[in-house]
């Protein structure tokens, strides 16, 4: 499967993540933050959401969304910091770094608070 383009804006961030997880367009009621979308805001709204139902996750799922977080860390920028911060920095709070470690590049497990 060709790699996806890097989304370029908050907006097309979140409709990779529904691309990757159908189960989040069904689950997301919209931003629980006010003004604006950010890479921020979407990735605080879907890491709970992504810690609570690893385990539901095929590994095709698994596999494309770590290399989509590989990707944004390679490529640096803004999305790379949102991953960083709100879903790479919280890996062990909601219990994903063993299950999703696997799936990333070696740079972004290098991010990760094993």
């Known amino acids: 499967m ?6 370029r804006s908050p907006e097309q961030l ?5 691309r990757v997880f159908p189960q989040y367009r069904t689950a997301y009621s919209g931003s ?6 950010s890479f921020h805001s979407v990735l605080i709204d879907f890491t709970p959401f992504f810690g609570k139902l690893l ?13 989509l977080v590989s990707r944004a860390v390679d490529a640096g920028g803004p999305l790379e910091n949102a ?4 879903l790479l920095e919280h890996l ?12 990333l590049s070696k740079v972004a497990r290098e991010k990760t608070r094993a």
Not at 32 to 37: E, F, L
Request: with cysteine; net charge negative; proline share 11%.
């Open 2 to 7: 060709p790699d996806m383009p890097m989304p």
């Open 14 to 18: 979140l409709e990779e993540l529904f």
């Open 32 to 37: 629980i933050h006010d003004g604006p979308a």
């Open 55 to 67: 385990v539901s996750f095929s590994e095709d799922q698994l596999k494309r969304f770590g290399a």
């Open 83 to 86: 991953f960083g911060t709100c």
């Open 92 to 103: 062990g709070q909601i219990r994903a770094g063993k299950l999703f470690r696997p799936y």
